[in-house]
């Protein structure tokens, strides 16, 4: 009987194992995501956003469980690498997708029989906050002041309180022991996101829109600390506002029985004021608008993961139980009781396998973000430090808005782990773009020279005050670009047959497009402050 | 016949080989009742791990109220007392436009904004009233390239460059409501024909549309 019960056991758990073995080898064969992606992320933090860019672009094409994720992460590159029409799009596909209404509510019972990773990522609330937050950055950069409040207004939802003290442990202790507490347990409360009160009230009070009055003093009632900071916007006393997302974000774990209960974990060791100068001089020392790390650890702006705990109570719960009828059922000669304990173990142990919290997350978030409206009235050196974290940025020639129009600047500084490029703090300026004059003699790269404007009639007559190109049109300029199969335009290739990824990345770095990213953008620092090689013509 | 030999067979049959039967009846059953619950699981799975696209139905305004709200204001301004009065022989009327104003909780992209007023412009061309009367439409010129791209339209309008008379606008505003239950936005979509000499408004209407989506947005 002993030997039969074995036998048994082992046809079960053969199964069990089938069983597992096929959800794994369904999930390996279909060619998703995995759950890290580590070359784009890697990229991103080595400030090389044009190979993060490469490899989001055709997986924020795939439709898929990680489409929100993977434009987040793609609109965060392209963003930051200066690249607006890019960004617009993933973010714009993000929040379209993050507003849509029960996403997920198809998918629940695949959800609670597998694995949480089949719904789509929404990510946690302070995620959600933070992508609307961007939305709403990129379209200040854009000078887009009523899109900036819209965008704004989505980040400014309602929050989840269990009390004081709650950590997502206790919520699950209790949770286990209440089946009601999770719906009824909590009140809804206001947000305290008052980085997006600042935003919406900002854009409000750009375009014409009401209420940016009460939004203000809402930032200030949720952190006093901002009084100084809302003044200056209140009253218009700005020509630029800097936003600058700073540091690595907390990273999402796996804690607990099973790992089931998802926990945050801070990455970003440094912390402190963002110290600004301008021409040599500290005019700033701004204190974080929003600590994103204390975001992500309040359970606030956690989900709920009640399904995820449920399915990793009753994995166990089932492991255990069927262990016991097994054994019970063999003592007792009771197939029929080893037979259903058996099959409890198989269960349990699929359901316990598929317990883990799902730890996706946008490892793109910073550790912290500030806001900064500055008042300079004429162009110069900017520069931007934390502490001593990554070193500085230096923004030779930075041109301020005005008073009525200010230029808003998004920058991303990633901090003491990451290593700062050379061009970070050069100011020597290498080529010449749209943003700049065409330097006194200077001809296009792809001819010899330095620049990398784009063609026009008024960069040829430029080139020929210099004394350049005397006996050419600005027919013949357009044609040594083309000849040499360069876009004009950030991913303008649209020759039929011609891949058009290439022209995303700039002729200076190895790619096909000639374009300029967006003024004091770090791409913009990257590609027009870094010492190149001459051009390689392609062969005749 | 059948059920007689079932028992003849089963009856010399040992205590332990019939409970060496049933352990295996009842083993195999637990793996039948669990089988289609595996099964489930892989077919449920499949689909969705296959990269099987989300379902998106957002309260958004679409490309369908861009066509249905400019058919409609085109032919409220058509129909307006302002507009009608008119003649071919009428002093001609030069009228800017400006892209929309959003005042909504969605993000209307720029080429979008521009739309909406570039289609505006672009039946009334067609059906011939700026013709019948005198009306000349035109937009800030460095703006003009936004509008032909979305309306896929090329060359330049022979009056673009000429100082307006009146000044067509737009403004879209919403009432957003979010809950646990799902989101609702009532929109307002004004459209507003100013004198520019005067200030007056000589014509004004408004479209309307409520759109709801049920299920947890923040979920």
Redesign the interface.
């Known amino acids: 009987m002993t030997e039969f019960v074995r036998g048994c056991a082992s046809r079960v758990a053969r199964l069990s194992c089938l069983s597992l073995a096929s959800v794994v080898a369904t999930w390996g064969a279909t060619g998703c995501e995995s759950q890290h992606s580590v070359d784009p992320i890697g990229a991103y933090y080595r400030y090389d956003f044009p190979a993060a860019r490469d490899v989001l672009r055709p997986k924020a094409a795939t439709r898929n469980d990680d489409i929100i994720l993977n434009n987040l992460r793609l609109g965060l590159a392209a963003m930051a690498d200066g690249e607006p029409r890019e960004s617009e799009r993933a973010l714009g596909k993000s929040f379209e997708l993050l507003s849509t209404a029960g996403l997920n509510a198809d998918r629940t019972t695949a959800a609670v029989l597998l694995y949480d990773g089949v719904r789509v990522w929404k990510g946690e609330p302070f995620e959600q906050a933070l992508a609307f937050y961007w939305s709403s950055a990129l379209y200040a950069t854009l000078g887009q002041w009523d899109n900036a409040r819209a965008a704004a207004a989505n980040a400014l939802f309602r929050l989840t309180d269990f009390g004081r003290d709650m950590s997502q442990e206790k919520l699950a202790r209790k949770a286990a022991r209440d089946e009601e507490f999770l719906d009824t347990g909590y009140t809804a409360v206001d947000t305290d996101f008052a980085l997006g009160f600042l935003m919406q009230a900002i854009g409000a009070d750009r375009s014409g829109a009401g209420g940016s009055k009460e939004q203000f003093d809402a930032a200030v009632r949720i952190d006093p600390a901002l009084q100084g900071t809302v003044e200056k916007l209140r009253s218009r006393d700005y020509d630029t506002l800097l936003l600058v997302d700073f540091g690595r974000g907390p990273q999402k774990v796996g804690t607990g029985p099973d790992n089931a209960i998802a926990e945050f974990r801070s990455r970003e060791r440094r912390r402190g004021s963002l110290n600004i100068a301008f021409d040599g001089i500290q005019i700033e020392a701004a204190g974080p608008t929003c600590d994103v790390e204390r975001m992500a650890q309040d359970h606030r702006w956690n989900n709920l993961e009640d399904v995820r705990r449920a399915k990793s109570a009753l994995g166990t719960l089932l492991t255990y139980g069927g262990a016991i009828a097994t054994g019970v059922g063999a003592y007792n000669d009771s197939g029929a009781a080893v037979g259903a304990g058996l099959g409890a173990i198989a269960l349990g142990l699929l359901l316990k396998a598929a317990a883990a919290a799902d730890t996706r997350h946008l490892e793109f978030t910073p550790a912290c973000i500030y806001l900064v409206p500055l008042r300079l009235d004429r162009p110069g050196e900017l520069r931007l430090e934390v502490g001593a974290a990554g070193g500085p940025l230096i923004l030779p020639n930075f041109r301020p808005g005005t008073t009525q129009a200010p230029r808003a600047v998004y920058l991303r500084l990633h901090g003491g782990d990451t290593f700062a490029p050379d061009w970070m703090s050069a100011i020597a300026l290498q080529h010449g773009n749209d943003h700049t004059e065409v330097p006194a003699g200077d001809l296009p790269w792809i001819l010899g020279g330095g620049d990398v404007g784009t063609p026009s009639r008024a960069r040829l007559e430029a080139y020929q005050r210099g004394g350049q190109l005397l006996d050419w049109n600005e027919r013949d300029l357009f044609r040594a670009y083309a000849a040499q199969g360069i876009a004009l335009g950030a991913g303008m290739e649209n020759r039929e047959g011609v891949d058009p990824a290439p022209s995303w990345r700039h002729i200076l770095e190895g790619g096909t497009g000639l374009f300029t990213p967006m003024a004091d953008s770090l791409g913009y620092k990257r590609i027009m402050y870094s010492p190149s090689a001459a051009f390689q013509p392609l062969a005749p | 016949m059948e059920l007689s030999w079932s028992i003849v067979v089963d009856r010399p049959v040992s205590l332990?080989v019939e409970?060496?039967i049933?352990?295996?009846?009842?083993?195999?059953?637990?793996?039948l009742?669990?089988l289609p619950?595996?099964a489930?699981?892989?077919l449920?799975?499949?689909p969705?791990?296959?990269?099987?696209?989300?379902?998106?139905?957002?309260?958004?305004l679409q490309s369908v109220d861009l066509v249905d709200s400019t058919e409609k204001m085109a032919r409220s301004f058509a129909q307006s007392p302002a507009i009608m009065s008119r003649t071919y022989a009428s002093p001609r009327w030069i009228i800017s436009i400006d892209k929309i104003?959003?005042?909504?909780?969605?993000?209307?992209?720029?080429n979008e904004k521009w739309a909406y007023i570039g289609r505006l412009r672009a039946r009334m061309t067609q059906a011939r009233i700026s013709e019948q009367r005198s009306l000349v439409w035109i937009v800030p010129p460095e703006k003009w390239p936004i509008i032909a791209e979305e309306l896929r339209s090329t060359g330049e309008p022979p009056d673009l460059r000429r100082p307006p008379t009146h000044l067509l606008t737009g403004q879209f505003s919403a009432l957003?409501n979010?809950s646990g239950e799902?989101?609702s936005d009532a929109y307002l979509c004004t459209y507003e024909l100013v004198d520019l000499a005067t200030g007056e408004v000589v014509w004004q209407d408004s479209w309307e549309v409520k759109r709801s989506?049920?299920?947890?947005?923040?979920?």
Do not use: W
Not at chain 2, 50 to 58: D, E, H, I, M, Q
Not at chain 2, 101 to 110: D, G, M, R, S
């Open positions: 332990a409970a060496h049933r352990t295996r009846r009842a083993v195999m059953a637990t793996c009742r669990l619950i595996v489930g699981g892989l449920l799975t499949s969705l791990v296959s990269c099987a696209p989300p379902k998106a139905s957002t309260t958004f104003v959003n005042h909504t909780n969605q993000i209307i992209p720029e957003t979010t799902g989101r989506a049920v299920g947890k947005t923040y979920d």
